[in-house]
């Protein structure tokens, strides 16, 4: 599987179906969508919940305080299974079996060929169970089912196998000094990794924090999302069948002022990489600089500029901009949500954006065929249906949706504002749902100077079919990514990481090797060499 375009693989993958429409009076309009599938009862997913417990030394284990959580599904509300809570001690104990097996342990003693061995039969595993994993990850997510089974599970297939095939290349270089002397680095693991990753990706995130660090030799402690604990527990069971030594990955389920707050002040780990809020971001950082001065990656919030230039093929850049915003419910760091279009085209796109929006196929995610399912949860939810009355208040132009979708679940209609303003809220904040905001521009210096204006920096997209412009643009932007004429391309040889208050550090790629290595010079004193 080569470079990964979420959007045409989506394409593909999820042709439209024929559905029943919903009607729903906002203001003075009726807006239509294909939304019959969110008011039928919830499909049964074909799976059922076999690992809620902590994977702690190889062994699933109940939290030491006994208690556990609920994980929702997002489709009604309702509880999918309790999971064992993690907190203070439940981290100690992982990292204590973390740190023994790195200080003592076979994993970062065995040759590199032979871990990488263990991962690439855990990839052979998890392509194995693909179809199991992918319905666990939309029960407990929400998000499509072929999204999942099609796209996100091959995924991260691909990922285990590229850091397996990275395992054995990582070497450090001899290096010529003045003076009689021999000079090497050596590239060493860091150590004990704490890892935390977000409910929007819970299983391609893991990949993208797993990988490189069992690469280079490391051992870990993750902790899951408490909205999505479920597929990283069911997958961790597949890296102990595919012979991963006990305590080299251990997965701690939990909250983040609790478990997340253990993790990171810990004195004994020696290397955090995050992915969530900006906001969680800087308590990381604090709680880092105060233990241990830990060195931290993190991968934070977007509020991504897509540029429709003058010359863009208008129906070509509407679907485009249509995925880079809505794929996985909005729910996404890189989403292209503030959409900038050229005051020449602007009209004809927003019509078109508008008619594309109706045409979206809201529902259950196991339901073959449709394109967008529930948000995460209720705090989500509210979230964005605040952001949407804010920018009606605000003056926008709501174009179509605006509201909710039936009466069970987290359901939002996709919504599109034009006539969007810079100061507006849903200008500069980051939403995370289905609203698309269409704002307009008149040439090159005032796009550039508006798409910068953010304090985010983690991705952009361009799309004009004059290379001159894409030059200039893709050097203009602030941003870890710019994508031209596609948006979401997520191969694993390719970093991603942001600027400013979008994080630190690069993932994926071999930029992400970086994180989880030590540099160490030696230097040797030559008597006599016969060069130099």
């Given amino acids: ?82 999971v064992a809570e993690g907190d203070a001690e439940d981290i100690n104990r992982a990292v204590a079996a973390a740190r023994k097996a790195f200080d003592e342990g076979p994993w970062p003693r065995m040759t590199a060929y032979e871990r990488s061995k263990i991962m690439l039969r855990f990839a052979d595993l998890v392509e194995k169970h693909n179809d199991e994993i992918a319905a666990l990850e939309t029960w407990d997510n929400g998000k499509p089912y072929e999204q999942s089974a099609n796209v996100e599970i091959p995924m991260i297939v691909r990922i285990f196998r590229y850091y397996a095939g990275w395992a054995d290349k990582i070497h450090g270089l001899t290096i010529r000094a003045d003076g009689p002397l021999h000079v090497q680095t050596l590239h060493e693991p860091i150590g004990v990794a704490g890892q935390i990753i ?13 990988g490189p660090a069992l690469a280079c030799g490391n051992t870990i402690v993750l902790k899951t999302a408490e909205l999505t604990p479920l597929s990283a527990l069911l997958v961790s069971k597949l890296f102990l069948e595919a012979g991963l030594p006990s305590g080299v990955l251990n997965v701690v389920s939990g909250f983040g002022p609790t478990a997340g707050a253990a993790l990171c002040s810990h004195m004994d780990v020696d290397k955090l990489a995050f992915t969530g809020s900006t906001e969680t971001g800087k308590v990381i950082l604090e709680l880092a600089a105060k233990s241990n001065l830990k060195p931290v990656t993190l991968e934070l919030g977007g509020k991504s500029p897509f540029i429709v230039c003058e010359d863009a093929d208008v129906d070509k850049a509407v679907e485009q901009a249509h995925s880079a915003l809505f794929f996985n419910q909005g729910q996404c760091c890189c989403a292209g949500s503030r959409t900038f279009v050229h005051e020449k085209i602007y009209d004809e796109f927003v019509e078109k954006a508008k008619a594309r929006a109706m045409k979206r196929t809201v529902g259950d995610p196991f339901k073959s065929g449709t394109e967008q399912g529930p948000q995460i949860d209720a705090v989500q939810f509210k979230k964005i249906l605040k ?146």
């Fill in 387 to 532: 952001y949407i009355r804010s920018g009606t208040e605000s003056g926008a132009k709501l174009e179509t949706g605006g509201d909710k979708l039936g009466t069970k679940g987290y359901y939002i209609q996709p919504t599109v504002f034009s006539n969007v303003k810079d100061d507006m809220l849903i200008a500069k904040e980051e939403i995370f749902g289905p609203v698309q905001s269409i704002l307009k521009f008149k040439d090159l210096d005032e796009v550039i100077q508006r798409a910068n204006n953010t304090r985010y920096g983690l991705a952009a997209g361009v799309f004009t079919q004059n290379l001159d412009t894409a030059n200039t643009l893709m050097r203009a932007l602030r941003a870890g990514t710019v994508w031209i004429n596609c948006f979401d391309v997520f191969d694993a040889t390719i970093p991603f990481g942001g600027y400013k208050m979008s994080g630190q550090g690069r993932e994926k790629g071999e930029y992400s090797l970086k994180n989880y290595l030590q540099v160490k010079a030696v230097v040797t004193s030559l008597k006599n060499p016969a060069w130099l």
């Fill in 198 to 210: 977000p409910w929007n990706f819970p299983l391609l995130i893991f990949a993208w924090k797993v």
């Fill in 1 to 82: 599987m080569a470079t990964r375009r979420i959007s045409s693989l989506l394409s593909r993958s999820l042709p439209l179906i024929p559905s029943g429409g919903k009607n729903s009076y906002f203001g003075r309009r009726i807006y239509r969508y294909s939304t019959a599938a969110a008011l039928e009862d919830p499909i049964k997913p074909p799976v059922s919940i076999e690992y809620d417990k902590l994977l702690i030394n190889g062994q699933f284990v109940d939290a030491a305080s006994g208690k556990t959580f609920p994980t929702l599904d997002p489709r009604t509300g309702e509880v999918i299974a309790h």
